[in-house]
């Protein structure tokens, strides 16, 4: 059965600097692979998503991501955050065994700093 | 072109009762999955309707089960209400012809007292 391990709970980051989140995950094929961004109280949006090709992904909001097989990751990144981007992520893998359903890991928090 | 549209957004019912909450797919969508997102995890799949006909279903007892009409709109409905059901339950729906992206609903919050 395939899962999703986000290893970090919460991150905290400064407005303006870097960011990366960390996604791991188990699937005996070839992944179909998404993050979705949540803020408090509201559905999930889709940021970007990984089926095929070019192993790195542009997402919305800059946000990009880099498949990397060997490793079994699906790293979301951002060159400069902004205070917007203070949220809940979930990375997830989709199962194509005929209904389609997402597996989700359990997210990380993001929060910014001035 | 509308959005994942879910109805009620908070829902405050009693251990044992019975609960139904609706979602309205987004145009064109013939696809509805319904998860259930506990405070502090990750979205977990109930499961999915396909053109009326159940397709597919996660680790959820008999106690939950869902409908979806002709105008592809769904309902979830949880018999016995259990204090742990207690959740944000949220509706996505998709188009067979790309099934992958699945459109999120705000979801509605259920509060079993």
């Known amino acids: 059965a395939q899962s999703v391990t986000q290893p970090d709970i919460h991150i905290t980051v400064s407005e303006g600097a870097s960011l990366e989140l960390r996604c791991n995950y188990s699937?005996?094929?070839?992944?179909?692979l998404f993050w979705y961004v949540q803020s408090p109280g509201q559905g999930l949006q889709l940021l970007l998503k990984y089926f095929s090709g070019d192993t790195l992904v542009q997402g919305i909001k800059g946000f990009e991501a880099e498949f990397k097989r060997s490793q079994s990751s699906f790293n979301l990144r951002k060159p400069s955050v902004h205070w917007s981007d203070a949220a809940e992520y979930f990375c997830a893998i989709l199962s194509n065994f005929g209904n389609e359903k997402l597996t989700f890991g359990t997210g990380t928090r993001l929060t910014i700093i001035p | 072109e509308t959005g994942v549209t879910q109805s009620p957004t908070h829902l405050i019912k009693t251990r044992g009762q019975q609960v139904t909450l609706r979602c309205s797919s987004q145009s064109g969508h013939n696809t509805v999955s319904w998860y259930q997102q506990a405070l502090g995890q990750g979205p977990q799949f109930i499961f999915q309707y396909y053109r009326e006909e159940e397709n597919g279903r996660g680790n959820f007892p008999p106690r939950f089960s869902g409908l979806q009409f002709p105008n592809y709109s769904s309902e979830l409905n949880v018999n016995a209400l259990e204090l742990d059901d207690s959740a944000l339950y949220l509706c996505?729906?998709?188009?067979?012809?790309?099934?992958?992206?699945?459109?999120f609903g705000p979801g509605t919050r259920l509060t079993v007292t």
């Open positions: 699937y005996g094929a070839t992944p179909y």
């Open positions: 996505a729906s998709s188009n067979t012809a790309g099934a992958w992206e699945q459109y």
